[in-house]
């Protein structure tokens, strides 16, 4: 059994994260990285709206739904206006998901190292690395084969 890293969404809203970011190199969406944190709030927080303010209010362009009607951002589109963060009627757009990253900080979980740095950086009901799996009654969600989520996903 590989171990896995286990991010409780929840409670990593709350927290000053912009220190220390995940992304995971053997995820491109759209040819970009993506945070962990941005990759599934959209997939597991937003509400896939219709009409999609957020996409529409957007002077650049930046975002758009995907095949699954989940919004993807374009990092080098976005000019980090907030109009989306307005516009979003659910809460979904937060202002951490646009914090420009320096650089430093930032950890890819594809590598165990890494992995193990980054949870170090939280309390372990934040961010932990376990060899659990994907258990949907206690809201954990699998993003992919190393991250788990847990959130109280919406569901259409």
Known sequence: MSQKL???????????DSQVQ???TTL????????????????FT?????????????????????DDQMVVRSVNLCIRCKSCIVMC????????????SDGYGVYDISDDDDMKAY???FPNDVVSVTDSDENPEEHIHK?????????????S
Not at 6 to 16: E, F, N, Q, S
Not at 32 to 40: D, F, G, P, Q
Not at 143 to 155: E, F, G
């Open 22 to 24: 995940a992304i995971d």
């Open 89 to 100: 009627p659910f809460g979904t757009m937060t202002l951490d998901l646009f914090k420009p």
């Open 143 to 155: 993003l992919n084969s190393r991250i788990l989520i847990r959130d109280i996903a919406w569901d």
């Open 119 to 121: 949870a170090d950086k």
């Open 28 to 43: 491109l969406v759209e040819g970009e990285y993506k945070t962990i944190k941005e990759l599934a709030t959209f997939k």
């Open 46 to 66: 937003c509400r896939r709206c219709a009409d999609a303010p957020c996409v529409t209010v957007c002077p650049a362009d930046a975002l758009e739904k995907d």
């Open 6 to 16: 286990l991010i409780d969404l929840m409670k990593l809203r709350g927290m000053d």
